[in-house]
T-cell receptor, first 112, second 114 residues
């Protein structure tokens, strides 16, 4: 069964304190790994898609990387507005169809 | 370009009733999928529609159903509501149901069952 595990479940950082969120996956036939940001009461907002090991993507203070078993979301010098839940999802090919499985998320709090 | 639009945003229903939620995908997107989000379970996949056909289905009881219209708009229906159905229901759309297509989410419909 496809599994997506995110760690830590919650993370509290001081403003400017860089860190990384982890998303490990056990799937066969990966067709893409997605990172989303979700603010309370809102739908997930798309951040990145990664397709193959070694791929990296950046957006402002965020950088996503991918290996064969996990992905990292690096947050450099975070600001309070980066506080949100970060979700990881994998798309696989299963039974003739594409299937997307989400992790439970990492709740990030950045303190001024 | 308008995003994924879900209606209603908030609703309260009584146990045993039924509810219909609506989703308008991004213009040009033909794939629509539905998710249930609860604090303990995260996002759970309900089903996906592409060109009016259900392509995939998650592990939810038959009380949960959906459909897609020719203009790609989609509805999901939950019958005989239970207290445990209280959740945020998210609709997402993508160009097609395949590799290379980013999934974009709506703001969700908050359902409370009392």
């Amino acid at each position: 069964e496809d599994q997506v595990t995110q760690s830590p479940e919650a993370l509290r950082l001081q403003e400017g304190e860089s860190s990384s969120l982890n998303c490990s996956y056990t799937v066969s036939g990966l067709r893409g790994l997605f990172w989303y940001r979700q603010d309370p009461g809102k739908g997930p907002e798309f951040l990145f898609t990664l397709y193959s090991a070694g791929e990296e993507k950046e957006k402002e203070r965020l950088k996503a990387t991918l290996t064969k078993k996990e992905s990292f979301l690096h947050i450099t010098a975070p600001k309070p507005e980066d506080s949100a839940t970060y979700l990881c999802a994998v798309r696989v090919y299963s039974g003739g169809y594409q299937k997307v499985t989400f992790g439970i998320g990492t709740k990030l709090q950045v303190i001024p | 370009k308008a995003g994924v639009t879900q209606t209603p945003r908030y609703l309260i229903k009584t146990r045993g009733q039924q509810v219909t939620l609506s989703c308008s995908p991004i213009s040009g997107h033909r794939s629509v999928s539905w998710y249930q989000q609860t604090p303990g379970q995260g996002l759970q996949f309900l089903f996906e529609y592409f060109s009016e056909t259900q392509r995939n289905k998650g592990n939810f009881p038959g009380r949960f159903s959906g459909r897609q219209f020719s203009n790609s708009r989609s509805e999901m229906n939950v019958s005989t509501l239970e207290l445990g159905d209280s959740a945020l229901y998210l609709c997402a759309s993508s160009l097609e149901s395949g590799t290379g297509n980013t999934i974009y989410f709506g703001e969700g419909s908050w359902l409370t069952v009392v």
